[in-house]
């Protein structure tokens, strides 16, 4: 897959991926060789291949990146119409996840436009007790350089894609 040619459907499938399961899954490498799998509520792709999600809870991801940056984050639309639809019609009219490969970049202080697309994302809970325990006061950035994407292949129900 293309990254650059294809960077707008990514980010639409990378949406649409936190609009039906909330959070995409960032698998990391410890100084050991073990893998883990972070699970990440606040990531955000910009328009250049880059990204960024806040770094308020993990210790792992940050712990790892001392020792190895790649990253491989899986996204995957679990929208039950969309499943229950390309069940039927026998293959998907888009992508039912993607992955992406790329190196965690520096920790910084989130900007007032990275703060402010947090806050609209999270916006129709914000009346909810757990929305200011989890996404109050987050200020500090992890930056995020992709240099590959690739389709999950599921046999003949993604051929077309």
Known sequence: MDI???????????????????????????KDNNPTVTPIGSLFLNKNQTGFYFEKYPTKLPENSKYNKNICILGVNSNTLFWLTSLFDGQFNSYPAIKLYGQLGELRKASDLEVKRLRTRMSMTKWLKGNSYLWGEMEYVR????TKAEKINLGKMTHNL
């Open 143 to 146: 930056e995020v350089i992709f």
């Open 4 to 30: 650059q040619a294809k960077w707008l459907d990514i980010r639409k499938h990378f949406n649409k991926s936190f609009k039906t399961s909330f959070h995409v899954s960032i698998a990391s490498v410890d």
